[in-house]
């Protein structure tokens, strides 16, 4: 047995790890996520979304995890691209009759199509709202409660204001004010537009169908397979990250869409 | 009863080939379809034809020699069979039937149906075998092996080599033949010795015969004729993925 062997990312297999790796990660974030976004759902005026929302863009740890995030997406997304181009090659004369979904389901065979369009949502859903968030026109808040009795008062405009840099909370009074971009306005803006709002759920089946393939795939990837576990894996796949997670998220622009009918 | 075939005629492994219509009268049920394809050869021949070339050797479903996507399916549309063991009675009267050989860039066609599928000698030659020192004929129960152990060995050791998990593979990839080769000896005492200098050796020479990545799809489990099972992929993933993170310093590399 000859015992130079190559490079492990330069083989097939570390190529796979990679991708379930970034894809895991992925997944994982789908979860975050979800729960901050399930409050574009609470009935306050983007209250609480709109200080998660700035939670999240300024607390340091979290900013790292967000550039690991997007690398992480970049990098599936040339792993797709090296892995499918080598499989073509695999197979330079096709067949004249193929098997379709006898021998093995369509989303499977269909991971890089159900990504890209996924990509192609990322690329819009990253434009919507974090680009016009940290770059772009936002609309502005101001929220006045009462702390002792909880009554709340809203100033808000489409332009920020000359003197906003940041966040603003204070107490004056027994009054809290909470100044702020007013993503949540900005969430309900955009999904009025209905072919937005059709581009989402339509990602979002797309992405159902790449994590029921996808979600239990990146585990025999890794080579976990264990016979007491594997049951459990398949089934988070097909119900947590196949149903659950995409149904929810393609909610939101429809809750949006209808509420502003 | 007749059957129109439709047959990927090649000359050589240089020549492009196409698709032949060919008549097959009067097959019996009972036939098996290298016999169907044996009748039709001796019209051929008697018309003074170049017979179609197919592979096969025993004819009883053992030694991987067949091959032939028949109508998309390798090996036919019955599972857990070998093309030698398909029989005319899955088929109707008046069926078309198209048959093409393996396609991958590591399969060459040679002629016609037949498939250059040297590609498995080289990876089984980069590491699957054990080395040992011939000697005196050990004793049968010296080394220990749990029944459960040796069964899923023996499941794993009965793969053919017959190349139908990489014609099913929408990426032509041959992990299933080398993810079984590779479980026969690392569930063994007797594979231990070179237990991750096999994984790698037996990946590498695999990349390098030009077969796809494995996306999961479980084709080649559906169309394996002996039923090799993914569970074998996952173990080549985890010997692999453990020779090369934990165990480089050991195997040298
Ligand atoms: C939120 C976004 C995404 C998530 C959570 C995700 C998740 C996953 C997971 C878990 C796998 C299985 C990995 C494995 O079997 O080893 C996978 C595979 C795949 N993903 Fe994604 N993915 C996402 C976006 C994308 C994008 C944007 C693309 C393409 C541009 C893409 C293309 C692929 C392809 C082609 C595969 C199959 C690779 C193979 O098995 O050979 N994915 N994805
Ligand atoms: S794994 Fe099955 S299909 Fe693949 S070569 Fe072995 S016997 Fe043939
Ligand atoms: S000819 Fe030997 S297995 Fe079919």
């Known amino acids: 047995m000859s015992s130079k062997s190559k490079p492990l990312f330069s083989s097939s297999l570390g190529k796979k790890l990679i991708m379930s790796l970034t894809g895991l990660f992925l997944c994982s974030f789908l979860v975050i996520h979800l729960i901050g976004n399930l409050q574009l759902f609470k009935n306050d005026e983007g209250y609480a979304f709109n200080n998660y929302a700035y939670f999240m863009t300024h607390f340091a740890p979290i900013k790292v995890v967000s550039y690991l995030l997007y690398a992480s997406i970049i990098i599936h997304a040339v792993y797709a691209l090296i892995l499918t181009t080598k499989n073509k090659a695999a197979r330079p004369i096709g067949y004249n009759q193929s098997a379709g979904n006898e021998n093995s389901k369509w989303n499977s065979r269909n991971m890089g199509i159900l990504g890209t369009i996924i990509l192609v949502f990322l690329a819009t859903h990253m434009q919507n709202f974090w680009y016009q968030y940290k770059f772009g026109t936002t609309p502005y808040i101001e929220y006045n409660t009462e702390v002792a009795t909880g009554n709340r008062q809203t100033i808000s405009s ?84 196949g149903v659950i997670i995409p149904i929810a998220f393609a909610a939101m622009p429809l809750y949006f869409f209808f509420k502003g009918l | 009863m007749n059957l129109t075939l439709k047959v990927w005629r090649q000359k050589n492994d240089k020549s492009t080939g196409q698709f032949v219509t060919i008549q097959a009268n009067n097959i019996a049920d009972d036939m098996s379809f290298l016999e169907m394809l044996d009748i039709v050869n001796d019209d051929l021949t008697r018309k003074g034809e170049d017979p179609i ?93 749990p029944k459960r152990i040796a069964d899923e060995a023996f499941e794993s050791a009965t793969c053919i080599g017959c190349g139908a998990c990489v014609a099913a593979c929408k990426n032509a990839s041959a992990m299933l033949f080398v993810s079984a080769k590779v479980s026969q000896f690392a569930l063994l005492p007797q594979g231990q010795t070179e237990r991750y200098e096999r994984a790698q050796a037996m990946v590498d020479q695999m990349d390098a015969e030009g077969f796809g990545n494995c996306t999961n799809t479980g084709a080649c489990e559906a169309e394996c004729p002996v039923g090799i099972k993914l569970t074998n992929i996952a173990r080549l993933n985890r010997e692999y993925l453990t020779a090369k993170i934990f165990r480089q310093e050991d195997v040298h590399a």
């Open chain 2, 53 to 145: 070339y197919f592979d096969h050797d025993c004819r009883e479903g053992i030694c991987g020699m067949c091959s032939l996507v028949i109508n998309g399916r390798p090996h036919g549309p019955n599972q857990g069979t070998t093309t030698c063991q398909l029989h005319m009675r899955s088929f109707h009267d008046g069926q078309t039937i198209v048959i093409e050989p393996w396609r991958a860039a590591a399969f060459p066609v040679l002629k016609d149906l037949a498939v250059d599928r040297t590609a498995f000698d080289r990876i089984q030659q980069a590491g699957g075998y054990v080395n040992v020192n011939t000697g005196g004929v050990p004793d049968a129960n010296a080394i220990p092996i």
């Open chain 1, 158 to 241: 489409d332009e920020l204001p000359a003197t906003y840099d940041g966040v603003k909370i204070f107490e004056n009074n027994g009054v809290e004010t909470v100044q702020t971009k007013d993503l949540y306005k900005q969430v309900a803006y955009t999904f009025q537009n209905p072919f937005i709002v059709l581009l989402y759920v339509v990602a979002m089946a797309a992405l159902a169908f790449h994590l029921i393939h996808g979600f239990q795939s990146a585990f025999q990837t890794i080579g976990f397979n264990h016979r007491r576990y594997i049951g459990f894996v398949k089934s988070v796949g097909i119900w947590v990250f």
